[in-house]
């Protein structure tokens, strides 16, 4: 290894450490470990937003956008099929719950359209 990369690398090691300290401290934002319950809702969360059902936080409107909604909706599904197997019975209650529940919503903001 020449002498920049073993540079960099060391640089980087160090940055990292730093990062560990900070995140120590009292009142500094340490994330808890992402688990499968917790993505699938932040999934739930965005199509809410797209079907209108919730105003977007960045911005403090509500504005419904189907096609998104539809999208986020199709995203859930294709994780669902593609997690099948391998998800406790608690995750999979989850997921389809929620899928039910946005499928419902959805097919009524199209109906009123």
Request: proline residues 5%; charged residues 30%.
């Amino acid at each position: 290894m020449d002498e920049q990369a073993k540079s960099i690398d060391e640089s980087w090691k160090e940055a990292v450490s730093k990062e560990k300290e900070s995140l120590k401290k009292p009142g500094s934002f340490s994330p808890d470990k992402p688990d499968f319950s917790f993505f699938v809702t932040t999934l739930a969360l965005q199509a809410s937003i797209s079907l209108g059902a919730m105003p977007n936080p960045s911005t403090n409107k509500t504005n419904e956008d189907l096609t998104q909604a539809r999208f986020m909706i199709d995203t859930m599904d294709m994780l669902r099929d593609k997690t099948k197997g391998n998800l406790t019975p608690e995750e999979v209650k989850l997921l389809e719950n929620v899928l039910a529940e946005l499928k419902m919503q959805y097919v009524g903001a199209v109906n009123k359209k």
